[in-house]
Structures are given as C-alpha cells and as structure tokens.
C-alpha cells in the first residue's frame, strides 16, 4: 500500500463538495463490463508503491520457481508421487499431469493481504483461468474522470493492463501456428458458461480492445479436423484453457477431448494456453510443503529468507504426505494456537471449506481439525491486513475495510493487480461469494 498518497486522496474526499469524493460514482464504464461489475465497486481505487508491488512480483516468481521444483527434490521427478502426498485425488493427478512437460508457464494470481509491512501470500492461483485480468477497464474509466485524472497526474500514478499482457501472451502462444492474427476460443467446462456468462462477456469486451477476437466455448463443443482443433467446426490456434480437471474427471467424453487438445498442442496445430500441469502447484498444499523441514534443508539461505519474507507458516494437514514427527508437529501447532490459524482446502476458491480460527469455538475447531486428516488441506497463519480507509460518498463517513490483493505475474514479472475488499465487521473471508465483498482497480506511486 501507499500511506502517503492514500492519506491525501482521503483528505481531499473529505469535503461534502469534493469531486474526487464522487469519482467512483461517476465512472463511465465500457456496457458489459459495467452491466456485470458496475454495482459491486469500492468507493475509491487502492494504490501501492510501485518497486515494493513490483518486488513482491519478483518475490513470486521465484517462488513459482521453487513450487515447480518440488518433484524433483523430493520425489524423483514423478509428479503422481508429488501429487500423493498433498493428498490430492489420484484421478485429478493423472489428469494434471497429461501433457506435463516440468514447466508449466509462468502466469499465475497471488491472493494477499498487506499487514502495514508488507504483501503477506495466502494463496498462489495457477493457470489461464484467472478472474480479474480485465481490471484495467477501472483504471481507465478512473482516468477519464477529471478530478481524478489531476490527482492522478499530481501524484503520478500508473497502471498496467493485464488483458495486454494476457493478449500478448496468446499471440506468442499461436506464433508457431499462424502467422497471421490467431483465433483465439476460451474454452469451459461443459455447463460452464451459463453460470459465469457476464463474467466472459466482460473478457472478450476487453480482449477486444487489444485486437483479439475471443470465441466463447465448452469443451463439449470442439471438434477436431486435419489434426487441429475446431469450435463448432471454426479452425482454433488458440485454446485459452478455462475449465479445470475437477469439472472433467468424470466425464469420459470430455477427457477424451483434452487428449485431443493436447495431441493437437504438442503438433502444433493448436495451441493451449495452458495445459493442466500448473494446477499441480496451485493447491495450498504446495506453499506448506515450502515449511516442510524436507523441502528446507534444500534451499538455499536467500531461498529459505524469500519464503519466509513472502508467506505466513503454512503445514499440510494431509497424514501421507509427511513423516509422523513432522505430522504431530503441525497437529500440536494446530490443538494449541487456534486463534491465531486458519483451515482451508487445498484446492477451492471463495473462501469455501474455510476455516477460521478465531471465529469458532474449540470443540468446533476439533471437530473441524478431525475431519481434514485425509485429502488435500492445509493450515495457516493468520495474516492480520492492515486497513484501507475508504469515505462514503454519499454519507462522508470512514471506514475500514480488508483489501484482498490479486497481484498478477508472468514471465515479464509484475502483470498488474486487482483488488477485493470487505469491511471487517461482514465476516474473515473476502470473496465474491460474500455478498458484502466490493472491487476495485489499484494503481502504482513511482518511488
């Protein structure tokens, strides 16, 4: 975060008259992005110091770096092994591991909070079906407001588009296979694009904008002809990979598709961007295997500091993954610091299957504790966030709230953020799913 230019967007929102105040009422958003995320804004943007944002980047990349690894330090470089001992369900395993190739793309979303320090990692989102990458639309629409344009000029704010760094991503991807502009398919599961309609249509409006065409999809829908890959019989180059192993696994029809997805990607035919392989280090597990005394005693000293300078202490409650000392450690830690703790899945997203310890009583967290020995889940430190002061625009009243940051990343490094925020008062998981949650743009403050 940055307290500075924070404590003077604030101060200047404090009039009843301000026009700064009232500029996230006003903000002239494109139709669908603003038929889909219009209702649901903060009342101002976040800003951040852009070479400490930028270091936290750099900060988790490399820790993508070490999460890759892990097969190879530990398990001979056999990723059903790897995936074994997170606990994970084999058939997911199997699934992930189709096409794996030991490095995956760097593209990944970090999940953090700030606690007035520092970014704090809570979770590491892995592959091409990230939300929040048209964000930048918000940047925009803040921009063409006047009161906020001067401030922004004052105070020399920037941003970076995701969406361009998405697009740029999916013309290198198709490089190999055309050399004209590609066509591009995001593809969900079967059943996938109803629930989440509004959402896309946001995407393609904002892919639009750099040029690229996105086609709309299930995986139910393509085909294949003359080795390449076809959406309702239009030729793909490129499939941007949105549904997930868990909505596949019992689908024959659908796994059978994936093969062709891949046969095709390793021909050259069509492109995927990406295979499943980077899910295998999406869990949360992944990021306690990183405490694991194991894991430890490879790394180098400069390794060891960025884990910890990056990640609250996280342990894998799964029993197969761990020697039975290292196991009874993280229980004893788990019986006798609930408070300060909290339980997730390893895989999940909107805080569902959440846990948190200060919220429920022991025996429930007993109870809760007992029942996630086996599968895929994980205990970690709470990270305590520091607050973001936001003023009411209609009432002119202060409030805190949590800020959950979606900071991007891919092989250039730092690739844009988002952010969700909640009060504190409407609950400890700030998703979406959480009716009280608001979104809002971040942009960067030079040093």
Same mark, same amino acid.
């Given at each position: ?23 996230? &009422? ?132 920037g941003h970076i588009d995701t969406v361009a760094r998405v697009a740029a991503a999916l013309r ?59 959406? &309702? ?7 941007? &990979? ?54 430890? &005693? ?150």
């Amino acid at each position: 975060m940055s307290v500075d230019v924070t404590k003077n967007y604030t101060e200047e929102c404090r009039d009843h008259d301000s026009a700064l105040r009232r500029a996230a &009422r006003e903000l002239r958003l494109p139709d669908t992005y603003g038929n889909s995320y219009g209702k649901l804004l903060l009342d101002r943007p976040l800003f951040v110091a852009e070479p400490e944002i930028t270091a936290f980047a750099d900060d988790l990349t490399a820790l993508f770096g070490l999460l890759v690894s892990l097969p190879d330090r530990l398990y001979d470089g056999d990723p059903l092994r790897y995936c074994a001992a997170l606990g994970m369900d084999p058939r997911l395993a199997e699934l992930m591991s189709r096409g794996a190739t030991g490095e995956p793309p760097v593209y990944a979303r970090a999940d953090a909070y700030h606690d007035g320090t520092c970014f704090k990692l809570l979770e590491l989102n892995v592959g091409s079906q990230l939300g929040g990458t048209d964000s930048a639309q918000l940047n925009r629409a803040f921009l063409q407001v006047p009161a906020f344009k001067e401030f922004a000029e004052r105070h020399r704010l920037g941003h970076i588009d995701t969406v361009a760094r998405v697009a740029a991503a999916l013309r290198r991807a198709a490089a190999p296979v055309t050399a004209g502009e590609p066509v591009v398919a995001l593809v969900e599961a079967n059943g996938g694009l109803a629930a989440y309609r509004h959402v896309f249509a946001a995407l393609q409006e904002a892919m639009l904008g750099h040029g690229v065409r996105l086609l709309l999809g299930e995986i139910g829908e393509l085909g294949e002809r003359n080795g390449k890959i076809t959406l &309702r019989g239009t030729p793909l180059d490129v499939v941007l &990979r949105y549904f997930v192993a868990g909505e596949i696994v019992d689908d024959p029809a659908a796994r059978a598709t994936l093969d062709l997805l891949l046969t095709a990607h390793r021909s050259g035919r069509t492109a995927m961007y990406t295979t499943l392989e980077g899910a295998m280090f999406a869990s949360k597990g992944s990021l306690a295997m990183l405490h694991d005394p194991r894991v430890r &005693r490879t790394l180098s000293d400069a390794e060891r500091a960025m884990v910890d300078r990056v990640m609250p202490w996280t342990g894998l409650l799964s029993r197969a993954g761990q020697p039975a000392d290292e196991y009874a450690e993280v229980l004893e830690r788990c019986h006798g610091d609930r408070e300060n703790l909290v339980l997730k899945p390893g895989v999940g997203h909107g805080g569902v299957g959440t846990v948190v310890g200060h919220e429920v009583t022991d025996a429930q967290w007993q109870e809760a504790l007992a029942a996630r020995t086996e599968g895929d889940h994980v205990v970690q430190e709470r990270v305590r966030p520091a607050g973001e002061p936001v003023i009411d625009a209609d009432t002119g009243q202060t409030r805190d709230w949590v800020a959950n940051w979606g900071v991007f990343v891919d092989a250039e490094g730092y690739a844009g953020a988002f952010v969700r925020a909640l009060r504190a008062e409407d609950g400890a998981v700030v998703a979406y799913a959480n009716p009280g949650t608001r979104g809002t743009c971040v942009f960067t403050v030079p040093s």
